[in-house]
């Protein structure tokens, strides 16, 4: 690591810490050479492969975009969008993989969408999954209501 200040290429860590998400680690440095001290965070860089067979940073934000639109017009906050984005974000992380396909990041979208609106769900999956016909549709909504009354009885 650089210092900022002299562009010595070696510095000290004097402490480190966790951040609160447990998604980043903060260190305090120390240069040898001009004695002046920094802070550094570090982060485990998430990458997205696409089917394209692009791959990209994991962005958070992305998530919660996408999913904004599959509930435009549905009583849902902006709150509860970047508590998704978190659980999305954390699920994919605990798998430890650092690529991770598009595919399993739409996975890990559905649960926690399903829990938060039903309509929206049905909006992100007929997208993600491509539905083509009203049949598509209609096992979707079929499921559900399966599952609906399951959490009932």
Known sequence: M???FCR???TRVIDSRSTEDGGAIRRRRTCP???RR???QET????VSKRSGVTEPFFRDKVVAGVRRACQGRPVGEDSLAQLGQLVEESIRATGCAEIAAHEVGLAILGPLRELDEVAYLRFASVYRGFETLA???AEIEQ???ERSIKQD
């Open 2 to 4: 650089h210092c900022p």
């Open 8 to 10: 010595h290429p070696d």
């Open 33 to 35: 050479e001009c004695g």
């Open 38 to 40: 920094f802070t550094t």
């Open 44 to 47: 485990v860089l998430l990458m």
């Open 136 to 138: 598509d549709f209609e």
């Open 144 to 146: 559900l209501r399966t």
